[in-house]
């Protein structure tokens, strides 16, 4: 994030008369506090908005809290179903993310590695997943889980989320092996070791910016998806936060203090990890889509 | 999702580039392959031909049936489904709301994206901070972001009740209004998405020789001129890649909407996947919800071909 | 065409200073080489000819008119950049007829001055042709067409030829050159290589730490340097240095730290007296094997044309360069002298030449 010079040449900086110079960082920052306040308003008063009562929140809902509702935010964070929620979300991203992971890897270094009949085509087969929605095949998607008797578990959740990501996630690892030089493989050979072995030993541990990032993209998108876990849980206990936060809505209808401190409680981890591990989750989510 | 295209062509040529050569590995020298073959490759294969290639399938042979999903499918009724569907009011919104999302993204979405990339490409105090902010939207979960704007918009308590108060003017309920909601929800799918584009331009721009630009400054040219003629040239990889970008997310607009309208008023705002979920999801109807399936992975095909036909062509 | 004069010129990033005060004077038409170790400034100071880079300090002017305060375009350079930078979508007539076609030149001049320029450069061929689509040295070439293509006063070069392989830079150093004396435009060239300093210049100045160490012709340069520095950058292989005590007087010698002595013949002029260091060509080091000082040899390293010599004279290396074919080897024991009045003396705590 360094090198921004790019576009403009430091020769600008110079040669154009000091007011003209002026003038455009004027009018860069201007606009860039107008976007910011667009993206930050909303964001700002939900989670102000958990601190007013109902009230307060009608005749002011720009401003501070008239009085501060600590009991809002009390009430949800002593209550079970918001743990019980994250928690769902969380062994749910858990699962997807480490089936992912260990799915696509092993295919991915066979794809890249290992030479057999009808690897070019199995390779194509997975990329044909990345052209279509889940949506096209969901009531399919929703019976087969049905037959399977995994309606309603966490399994019914992971297993489709693990094959739809299958497709990106091989690409992406396939083309970061396939930079793993041939000497090394050849050199491991002669060592006497297979391919099992060297994918343990050599491919594995040099791929950890490619594990990553593959790692990040399978838990972001499993941690806030909504289709798929919408149509294949049924019972409110099962329910990752994305759905408990639209029941928790359904049931609390316009008592919008509430609504918003659950909200606000419910994106907070989102938020405080995004700024945590800021470079790599724009690199993960970026790269991850130019890259493939 | 990319540039599963652009890997489709490529692959095929590399594939023939590889056929041409002889590879040491492919004579009997080398470690045995079938352990490899026989644990690595099955998991993967079996995932997802079950959960993906095999219920894509499935959704074509269910189209042609009425079917409530319990028992097998038995009603052959032809094409009727797709008749039906292409009659249906609601579908035919969800069509045109899906393209004005499309064109929106496009002519609004990706063009914003760029001007901000290319304010943030300045090397001023702050640029960070401000590129983090405007991607924050785009990790925030879809159903989140739908709710914030809920509230934004809601005419009792939100902030355009506030605003329009303000000015003494009486609160539109904007998500009520059957001739405003979409554009209502397109200014949320705006606000979502920018971000993530942007981040592909600063990549984009990132990724541009600098020498270049301070050749056209000594060739003579002017700000607009160098982006004209230097940058915009340069990025066109990254502009494609944003609208493809941009049409597939508008293909799959679903949870967004869900707690913005879900659809309504009155249809106004459906999309093609709320449309399915109403339609095929809540009612069990399998065969119609599978030809509605069917229509957007029509879409699908007939948009990649075109992509690549078109876009394509040059890289 | 014009003289370009550059005075007291300082370039800052933030508090670090990166040139202390350069002036240099560069005649009307004439070929400058500015040559320095890597990191020295020598880009810096191009590119704020050019006008890509702000000048901190002092006063940069082309054709007798101060252009510190100037856009590049306002300056009437044109650059030659080590990677080239020829734009990669458009081809190479358009990349050549790009800044014509920003000054709203029409159709026809466009299309005529490129033309004139390819046949100078031998292009005319590959004018429908991407970049992508050209060889190493042809790109090269096209970067230089681009730049006569404007008809420049001045022409700046930032290590044109550092990307090709060495028989490639061999040909466009001729070529550059011959460009050179058929449009005699004036020309700030950049390198590192000081071979290529001394072969093409008219003027060299080397630099060092963003300071000039010396200004002048190649041979003045090779002959009288007015430093340590200047004397170990030019000339390969490098000039050794000996530090000792110079004795003159009859039989004038330099004393080394061991003791030794090694007579240094009839010097031609009066030397320095007392701690010096003491700088000697190696083709000025030569084998004696009457009266010379012993030496061992360490390593014979034959290049076909000649042969170098490191060998070991009192604890220290030196290397010598022979035209003959030599069949010593390591360890063998020689006899060396220096050639008369070929020492160069330098003050052993500033470097300068005494
Ligand atoms: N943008 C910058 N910010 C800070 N220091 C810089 C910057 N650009 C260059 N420098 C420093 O200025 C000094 C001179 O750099 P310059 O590029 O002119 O060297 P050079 O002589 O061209 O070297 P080379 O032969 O490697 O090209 C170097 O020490 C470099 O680290
Ligand atoms: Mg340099």
Same mark, same amino acid.
């Given at each position: 994030?360094?090198?921004?010079?790019?576009?403009?040449?430091?020769?600008?900086? %110079?040669?154009?008369?000091?007011?003209s110079?002026?003038?455009?960082?004027?009018?860069?920052y201007?606009?860039?506090?107008l976007?910011?306040?667009?993206?930050?308003?909303?964001?700002?008063?939900?989670?102000?908005?958990?601190?007013?009562?109902?009230?307060?929140?009608?005749? %002011?809902?720009?401003?501070?809290?008239?009085?501060?509702?600590?009991?809002?935010?009390?009430?949800?964070?002593?209550?079970?179903?918001?743990?019980?929620?994250?928690?769902?979300?969380?062994?749910?991203?858990?699962?997807?993310?480490?089936?992912?992971?260990?799915?696509?890897?092993?295919?991915?270094?066979?794809?890249?590695?290992?030479?057999?009949?009808?690897?070019?085509?199995?390779?194509?087969?997975f990329?044909?997943?990345l052209?279509?929605?889940?949506?096209?095949?969901?009531?399919?998607?929703?019976?087969?889980?049905?037959?399977?008797?995994?309606?309603?578990?966490?399994?019914?959740?992971?297993l489709?989320q693990?094959?739809?990501?299958?497709?990106?996630?091989?690409?992406?690892?396939?083309?970061?092996?396939?930079?793993v030089?041939?000497?090394?493989?050849d050199?491991?050979?002669?060592?006497?070791?297979?391919?099992?072995?060297?994918?343990?030993?050599?491919?594995?541990?040099?791929?950890?910016?490619?594990?990553a990032?593959?790692?990040?993209?399978?838990?972001?998108?499993?941690?806030?998806?909504?289709?798929?876990?919408?149509?294949?849980?049924?019972?409110?206990?099962?329910?990752?936060?994305?759905?408990?936060?639209?029941?928790?809505?359904?049931?609390y209808?316009?008592?919008?203090?509430?609504?918003?401190?659950?909200?606000t409680?419910?994106?907070?981890?989102?938020?405080?990890?995004?700024?945590?591990?800021?470079?790599?989750?724009?690199?993960?989510?970026?790269?991850?889509?130019?890259?493939? | 999702?990319?540039?599963a295209?652009?890997?489709?062509?490529?692959?095929?040529?590399?594939?023939?580039?590889?056929?041409?050569?002889?590879?040491?590995?492919?004579?009997?020298i080398?470690p045995?392959?079938?352990?490899v073959?026989?644990?690595?490759?099955?998991?993967?294969?079996?995932?997802?031909t079950?959960?993906?290639?095999?219920?894509?399938?499935?959704?074509?042979?269910y189209?042609v049936?009425n079917?409530?999903?319990?028992?097998?499918?038995?009603?052959?009724?032809?094409?009727?489904?797709?008749?039906?569907?292409?009659?249906?009011?609601?579908?035919?919104?969800?069509?045109?709301?899906?393209?004005?999302?499309?064109?929106?993204?496009?002519?609004?979405?990706?063009?914003?994206?760029?001007w901000?990339?290319?304010?943030?490409a300045?090397?001023i105090?702050?640029?960070?901070?401000?590129?983090?902010?405007?991607?924050l939207?785009?990790?925030?979960?879809?159903?989140?972001?739908?709710?914030?704007?809920?509230?934004?918009y809601?005419?009792?308590?939100?902030l355009?009740?506030?605003?329009?108060?303000?000015?003494?003017?009486?609160t539109?309920?904007?998500?009520?209004?059957?001739?405003?909601?979409?554009?209502?929800v397109?200014?949320?799918v705006?606000?979502?998405?920018f971000?993530?584009?942007?981040?592909l331009?600063i990549?984009?721009?990132?990724?541009?020789?600098?020498?270049?630009?301070?050749?056209?400054?000594?060739?003579?040219?002017?700000?607009?001129?160098?982006?004209?003629?230097v940058?915009?040239?340069?990025?066109?990889?990254?502009?494609r890649l944003?609208?493809?970008?941009?049409?597939?997310?508008?293909?799959?607009?679903?949870?967004?909407?869900?707690?913005?309208?879900?659809?309504?008023?009155?249809?106004?705002?459906?999309?093609?996947?709320?449309?399915?979920?109403?339609?095929g999801?809540?009612?069990?109807?399998?065969?119609f919800g599978?030809?509605?399936?069917?229509?957007?992975?029509?879409?699908?095909?007939?948009?990649?071909f075109?992509?690549?036909?078109v876009?394509?062509?040059?890289? | 065409?014009?003289?370009?004069?550059?005075?007291?010129?300082?370039?800052?990033?933030?508090?670090?200073?990166?040139?202390?005060g350069?002036?240099?004077?560069?005649?009307?038409g004439?070929?400058v080489?500015?040559?320095?170790?890597?990191?020295?400034?020598?880009s810096?100071?191009?590119?704020?000819?050019?006008?890509?880079?702000?000048?901190?300090?002092?006063?940069?002017s082309? *054709?007798?008119?101060?252009?510190?305060?100037?856009?590049?375009?306002?300056?009437?350079?044109?650059?030659?950049?080590?990677?080239?930078?020829?734009?990669?979508?458009?081809?190479v007539?358009?990349?050549?007829?790009?800044?014509?076609?920003?000054?709203?030149?029409?159709k026809?001049?466009?299309?005529?001055?490129?033309?004139?320029?390819?046949?100078?450069?031998?292009?005319?061929e590959?004018?429908?042709?991407?970049?992508?689509?050209?060889?190493?040295?042809q790109?090269?070439?096209?970067?230089?067409?681009?730049?006569i293509?404007?008809?420049?006063?001045?022409?700046?070069?930032?290590e044109?030829?550092?990307n090709?392989?060495?028989?490639?830079?061999v040909?466009?150093?001729?070529?550059?050159?011959?460009?050179?004396?058929?449009?005699?435009?004036?020309?700030?060239?950049?390198?590192?290589?000081?071979?290529?300093?001394?072969?093409?210049?008219?003027?060299?100045?080397?630099?060092?730490?963003g300071?000039?160490?010396?200004?002048?012709?190649?041979?003045?340069?090779?002959?009288?340097?007015?430093?340590?520095?200047?004397?170990?950058?030019l000339?390969?292989?490098?000039?050794?240095?000996?530090?000792?005590?110079?004795?003159?007087g009859?039989?004038?010698?330099?004393?080394?730290?061991?003791?030794?002595r090694?007579?240094?013949?009839?010097?031609?002029?009066?030397?320095?007296?007392?701690?010096?260091?003491f700088?000697?060509?190696?083709?000025?080091?030569?084998?004696?094997p009457e009266?010379?000082?012993?030496?061992?040899?360490?390593?014979?390293?034959?290049?076909?044309?000649?042969?170098?010599?490191?060998?070991?004279?009192?604890?220290?290396?030196?290397?010598?360069?022979?035209?003959?074919?030599?069949?010593?080897?390591?360890?063998?024991?020689?006899?060396?002298?220096?050639?008369?009045g070929?020492?160069?003396?330098? *003050?052993?705590?500033?470097g300068?030449?005494?």
């Amino acid at each position: 994030m360094t090198d921004t010079t790019a576009t403009l040449p430091p020769g600008n900086r %110079n040669t154009s008369s000091p007011g003209s110079s002026f003038v455009r960082t004027l009018y860069t920052y201007a606009a860039l506090f107008l976007v910011a306040s667009i993206v930050l308003i909303p964001l700002v008063t939900t989670a102000l908005g958990g601190f007013k009562t109902l009230g307060d929140l009608r005749t %002011n809902p720009f401003g501070l809290p008239a009085e501060w509702q600590w009991a809002n935010y009390l009430e949800i964070l002593f209550s079970e179903r918001y743990w019980r929620m994250l928690w769902n979300s969380l062994v749910i991203g858990f699962w997807t993310t480490f089936l992912t992971l260990a799915v696509a890897a092993m295919a991915a270094f066979t794809l890249a590695h290992v030479r057999f009949f009808g690897s070019g085509y199995l390779l194509n087969y997975f990329l044909l997943g990345l052209m279509f929605p889940v949506a096209t095949a969901i009531l399919p998607l929703f019976i087969r889980v049905r037959d399977l008797g995994l309606l309603d578990s966490y399994w019914g959740v992971v297993l489709p989320q693990v094959a739809f990501g299958l497709g990106m996630s091989i690409l992406l690892m396939r083309n970061f092996f396939r930079n793993v030089p041939n000497e090394l493989f050849d050199a491991a050979f002669v060592d006497g070791c297979g391919y099992i072995r060297f994918f343990w030993a050599v491919t594995l541990p040099l791929s950890r910016p490619i594990i990553a990032t593959v790692g990040i993209v399978a838990f972001v998108q499993s941690w806030n998806n909504y289709i798929i876990p919408l149509i294949m849980l049924t019972s409110e206990s099962n329910y990752p936060w994305p759905l408990g936060i639209m029941s928790y809505r359904g049931e609390y209808g316009t008592a919008w203090q509430m609504i918003l401190a659950f909200i606000t409680l419910t994106i907070l981890p989102t938020v405080i990890v995004f700024f945590a591990a800021q470079k790599h989750i724009i690199a993960g989510l970026t790269s991850g889509a130019v890259k493939g | 999702m990319t540039t599963a295209l652009q890997n489709w062509a490529s692959s095929a040529r590399r594939k023939i580039k590889e056929n041409a050569r002889p590879i040491r590995r492919e004579e009997p020298i080398g470690p045995a392959r079938w352990p490899v073959l026989v644990l690595f490759m099955p998991p993967a294969l079996l995932l997802f031909t079950i959960f993906v290639i095999l219920p894509i399938g499935e959704a074509a042979w269910y189209s042609v049936f009425n079917w409530n999903g319990y028992g097998r499918p038995e009603e052959f009724v032809g094409l009727r489904n797709f008749e039906v569907l292409f009659r249906n009011n609601a579908f035919r919104q969800a069509l045109q709301n899906t393209g004005l999302i499309m064109l929106v993204s496009i002519i609004i979405q990706v063009p914003l994206a760029l001007w901000l990339a290319m304010l943030l490409a300045r090397k001023i105090p702050g640029v960070v901070g401000f590129r983090l902010i405007f991607f924050l939207p785009y990790v925030l979960a879809d159903v989140a972001a739908g709710l914030i704007w809920r509230f934004v918009y809601d005419g009792d308590f939100g902030l355009f009740a506030a605003i329009f108060g303000f000015f003494g003017m009486e609160t539109p309920y904007v998500l009520a209004d059957r001739n405003v909601a979409i554009y209502a929800v397109l200014a949320v799918v705006v606000w979502k998405y920018f971000g993530f584009h942007m981040m592909l331009f600063i990549a984009g721009l990132q990724a541009i020789d600098k020498h270049l630009l301070e050749a056209a400054d000594i060739d003579g040219a002017s700000g607009w001129q160098k982006f004209r003629y230097v940058t915009l040239p340069l990025l066109g990889p990254t502009v494609r890649l944003s609208i493809f970008f941009a049409v597939i997310g508008s293909l799959q607009l679903f949870d967004v909407v869900m707690p913005l309208t879900g659809g309504g008023p009155s249809n106004s705002t459906e999309t093609l996947v709320t449309f399915l979920y109403s339609y095929g999801v809540m009612r069990m109807q399998v065969g119609f919800g599978s030809a509605a399936g069917v229509v957007l992975f029509v879409i699908c095909v007939v948009l990649a071909f075109t992509y690549k036909r078109v876009l394509m062509r040059n890289d | 065409m014009a003289p370009v004069s550059i005075k007291d010129v300082r370039k800052y990033y933030g508090a670090l200073e990166v040139l202390h005060g350069v002036s240099i004077d560069i005649a009307d038409g004439e070929f400058v080489v500015l040559v320095g170790p890597s990191g020295c400034g020598k880009s810096t100071l191009l590119r704020m000819i050019a006008g890509l880079e702000a000048i901190s300090g002092g006063t940069i002017s082309v *054709d007798g008119e101060v252009v510190n305060d100037r856009a590049p375009k306002e300056r009437d350079i044109a650059m030659v950049f080590q990677s080239y930078a020829l734009y990669p979508h458009m081809t190479v007539a358009q990349n050549m007829g790009f800044s014509l076609k920003l000054r709203n030149a029409g159709k026809t001049e466009i299309e005529a001055a490129v033309a004139k320029a390819a046949k100078i450069l031998g292009l005319t061929e590959l004018l429908g042709r991407y970049p992508r689509e050209l060889s190493g040295g042809q790109r090269q070439r096209v970067a230089m067409g681009r730049a006569i293509v404007r008809d420049p006063k001045v022409f700046l070069f930032d290590e044109p030829l550092s990307n090709l392989d060495a028989k490639l830079r061999v040909q466009m150093r001729t070529e550059v050159r011959e460009l050179h004396q058929r449009l005699g435009s004036t020309t700030v060239y950049v390198t590192h290589d000081q071979i290529e300093a001394m072969t093409m210049a008219d003027k060299i100045v080397v630099m060092n730490d963003g300071n000039v160490e010396q200004v002048g012709a190649p041979l003045e340069l090779y002959d009288r340097p007015a430093n340590a520095f200047v004397a170990g950058f030019l000339g390969s292989p490098a000039m050794n240095f000996i530090d000792g005590t110079a004795h003159r007087g009859d039989g004038a010698a330099l004393e080394l730290a061991g003791g030794a002595r090694i007579a240094l013949g009839d010097p031609g002029r009066t030397l320095p007296e007392g701690p010096v260091t003491f700088g000697i060509r190696p083709e000025d080091i030569v084998l004696d094997p009457e009266s010379g000082t012993t030496a061992r040899i360490s390593v014979v390293e034959p290049t076909g044309s000649e042969t170098h010599l490191v060998a070991h004279l009192a604890d220290r290396e030196i290397v010598l360069v022979a035209r003959d074919r030599l069949t010593y080897r390591p360890g063998d024991e020689i006899r060396v002298s220096f050639a008369s009045g070929r020492g160069h003396f330098f *003050d052993p705590g500033t470097g300068a030449r005494l």
